[in-house]
C-alpha cells in the first residue's frame, strides 16, 4: 500500500452514492454476510424518510487510498439521547473498512475529532443510530446466521477500534432457541411449573394484535416498549415518529399471529412481537445497488414463500411493565407464542439482543433453554477537550 490515506466529508451526489455502496465491496467474498434491502439503506440515510435524523447533528465521511474508497464512517451528536441520560457524548457509526490498520485508525480519529471539535467529553459506539437500529460491534459467533436487523461485520474490525484505545462498556447477546426445546414433554420442568402457577393464581389473558385498529396499537404498544424498557441501560424513548418508522419497515414482513399483548383486567402489561428472519430469504435473493429492486423483491418472495426458506423468526421485542416482573408473565408470553410459531413453520429462534446486565431477561433466556450464540459490544473512548 503505497498511497497515503485521506478522510473526507461526503459531499455531493457522487460521495453518497460511494458511501451507500461501500458496504458490497467490504463484504463481497464474505457468504456470511446477508446485504439489506438497497431501498432500506437508502431510506436510512435520507432525512426525509428517516426521522431519527431529524434530531442528530451527522457527518459522513469516507477514507481513500489514493483514489479508491477504503473505508466509511459517520459521526453524530444524539441529543434525544444526551438530553435523556445526562450525558455529554458523541457517537460513531456505519463504520466498515477494508483490512487496513490504517484506514480504520484514520476513520475512526477523524470521528473523533469531529466530536472533540464540538465539545463533547467521549465517542461511543457503534450505532446506527441508536438502540432501533443496528447497535453494537460484533466480537463472536461469526458464522453464520447474519440476522435480521442485526449488526454484521468482520473479526478484524474489534481489533482495530481496541487499537484505536476504545474500551468495552456493554455487551449485548443473541440467545438461539430451538423450538423442538419448548414443545410438549421438552418443557423445561421449571418453565412449565412458573407458567402453570401463573395461570392458576392470576387474571393474565392474552390477545392478539388487533390489525384493524393498528394506528392504536402502534400507540399502546410504543407506551408498553418504553415502560418496559425504561431502566435498561442505553434505553431512549423513541419519538412516536421513530415507533411508525420502524413498524412500517416491518409491517410486511409482519403476521399478527406473531404477537401477544398480556393483560390483566384488560389493563396492557407485557408484550412479545416475532419477526421472521427474512434474511433467510434476503440473502439468496442479493440485493445489489446495481440490481433493480423489483427483480429482488420477486427473488424475496420466491424464497420466502414458494421455496419455504425461512424457518427462523426473531424475536426483538418482550417486555413486561416494570410493576408486573417477577411474576412470569415474560416467560408465559414466550411460552404461549411458541405453539403457533411452530404452526407457522418456524423451528428456531434468535432471541436478541438482550443486555449483560439486564438479569431478569437473562433468566427468562436461559429459562426457555437459550445459549448464547452471538455477542456485540458498545464502545467508549473518553477525549479530552481543551479548555476555550
Known amino acids: ?32 454476510w446477508v446485504p439489506p434491502l438497497v431501498s432500506m439503506r437508502r431510506d436510512m440515510l435520507d432525512p426525509r424518510k428517516n426521522p431519527t435524523l431529524s434530531y442528530l447533528d451527522i457527518d459522513y465521511f469516507i477514507a481513500w487510498r489514493g483514489t479508491t474508497p477504503v473505508g466509511t464512517i459517520a459521526a453524530f451528536i444524539n441529543h434525544h439521547h444526551n438530553e435523556f441520560h445526562k450525558e ?29 471539535a464540538k465539545g463533547y467529553d467521549a465517542i461511543r459506539g457503534p450505532a446506527s443510530f ?18 435480521l436487523l442485526m449488526p454484521y461485520n468482520p473479526p ?69 416498549y418504553i415502560g418496559a424498557w425504561s431502566d435498561n441501560w442505553g434505553f431512549v424513548p423513541p419519538k412516536h415518529e421513530e415507533m411508525v418508522y420502524l413498524i412500517k419497515q416491518l409491517r410486511p414482513f409482519f403476521d399478527p399471529r406473531m404477537g401477544l399483548i398480556a393483560e390483566i383486567d384488560g389493563r396492557p402489561v407485557g408484550f412479545v412481537l416475532l419477526f421472521p428472519d427474512l434474511n433467510q430469504a434476503i440473502g439468496p435473493a442479493r440485493p445489489h445497488p446495481d440490481t433493480p429492486e423489483m427483480i429482488t423483491l420477486l427473488r424475496l418472495l420466491w ?17 413486561v411493565l416494570e410493576e408486573y416482573r417477577g411474576r412470569g408473565i415474560d416467560a408465559m408470553l414466550y411460552m404461549d407464542i411458541i405453539d403457533p410459531a411452530v404452526k407457522m413453520g418456524f423451528h428456531e429462534a434468535d432471541f436478541g439482543w438482550i443486555l449483560a446486565n439486564n438479569q431478569a431477561m437473562v433468566q427468562v433466556a436461559e429459562l426457555v433453554r437459550g445459549q448464547i450464540y452471538k455477542t456485540y459490544r458498545i464502545y467508549e473512548k473518553p477525549l479530552h477537550v481543551a479548555a476555550e
Open 88 to 116: 455529554h457524548i458523541g457517537w460513531f457509526g456505519l463504520f466498515e473498512v477494508l483490512d487496513d490498520r490504517e484506514a480504520a485508525l484514520a476513520l475512526l480519529s477523524t470521528a473523533e475529532e469531529w466530536v472533540r
Open 130 to 147: 441508536n438502540d432501533l437500529g443496528e447497535f453494537g460491534l460484533q466480537v463472536d459467533g461469526f458464522g453464520p446466521p447474519h440476522v
Open 303 to 319: 424464497y420466502w414463500k414458494i421455496r419455504r426458506k425461512v424457518n427462523r423468526v426473531r424475536v426483538p421485542f418482550l417486555g
Open 1 to 32: 500500500m503505497t498511497s497515503t490515506i485521506s478522510v473526507r466529508r461526503v459531499a455531493g451526489p457522487a460521495d453518497h452514492k460511494i458511501f451507500l455502496r461501500f458496504p458490497w465491496t467490504v463484504y463481497k467474498d464474505d457468504p456470511h
Open 156 to 224: 478484524y474490525y474489534m481489533t482495530y477500534v481496541e487499537a484505536a484505545g476504545y474500551k468495552g462498556i456493554m455487551d449485548l447477546a443473541s440467545y438461539r432457541i430451538l423450538a423442538a426445546d419448548m414443545m410438549g414433554e421438552n418443557v423445561p420442568p421449571k418453565l412449565r411449573r412458573v407458567v402453570g402457577k401463573l395461570r392458576e393464581r392470576s387474571k393474565v389473558t392474552m390477545r392478539l394484535p388487533d390489525m384493524k385498529h393498528l394506528d392504536h396499537e402502534i400507540e399502546l404498544l410504543e407506551q408498553l
